[in-house]
Structure formats: C-alpha cells, structure tokens
C-alpha cells in the first residue's frame, strides 16, 4: 500500500506502508496514527484530513 503526504504547497512525504496480517485497515492504522502523532507534536498543523 502506498502513501503520500502532503500540505497546501505539496508533498511532505511518501513511502510504502507493508499489510499486518494481510490487512489493508490494520496496515494504515499502523501507519497513519504514528504519521499524524508526527505532525501534531511539530505543531506546524492544526487540522487533518485523511482520505483513503
């Protein structure tokens, strides 16, 4: 599974995110939560939209 970050002026980031348990919602939790802890603690964004 593929993702990509990206804000108002472009890419922040992307990289592949591999299936746990050949599951593709456990595999963007695992991924998506730690990515978002990311953001919040640099304090640079204040809302998040995540579309799948």
Request: charged letters at 25%.
């Amino acid at each position: 599974m593929h993702r990509t970050v990206r804000d108002a002026n472009g890419l922040l980031g992307s990289g592949n995110a591999p299936l746990v348990n050949d599951c593709a919602c456990c595999a963007l939790r695992e991924d998506l939560v730690p990515e978002l802890l990311r953001l919040a603690e640099e304090g640079r964004y204040r809302p998040a939209v995540v579309t799948l």
